[in-house]
Nanobody, 123 residues
Framework: QVQLVESGGGLVQAGDSLRLSCAASGRTSSNYHLGWFRQAPGKEREFVAGISVSGGTTYYANSVKGRFTISRDNAKNTVSLQMNTLKSEDTAIYYC????????????????WGQGTQVTVSS
């Protein structure tokens, strides 16, 4: 099993930056692909970014490409999401995710979810 705990959410103004972090634990956590999803009120949970086991390959939703950067530190078993030039439409609960297969664009292959952390961007 893999446990995921997010941190770093908060309230910021449009144009600001924020860095989210997710701590993974479990005997096989280092063998999982990791990623981030988000869900705004009244909307479906959507893919944000994914990263391979080694950290050598990344994937991004078009809405965040060029603004967000995903990274992982396998020595610390953490995955981060650096969010720059935040917009009001980025407001959502952000969830960390782990999967045996690459996290590219959907929620169906996710094996484990974190509890979520709120990100609110004021305009």
């Amino acid at each position: 099993q893999v446990q995921l705990v997010e941190s770093g959410g908060g309230l910021v103004q449009a144009g600001d930056s924020l860095r989210l972090s997710c701590a993974a634990s479990g005997r096989t956590s280092s063998n999982y692909h990791l990623g981030w999803f988000r869900q705004a009120p009244g909307k479906e949970r959507e893919f944000v970014a994914g990263i391979s086991v080694s950290g050598g390959t990344t994937y991004y939703a078009n809405s965040v490409k060029g603004r967000f950067t995903i990274s992982r530190d396998n020595a610390k078993n953490t995955v981060s999401l650096q969010m720059n030039t935040l917009k009001s439409e980025d407001t959502a609960i952000y969830y960390c995710a782990a999967a045996r297969r690459p996290i590219v664009s959907d929620t169906t292959t996710v094996d484990y979810w974190g509890q979520g952390t709120q990100v609110t961007v004021s305009s």
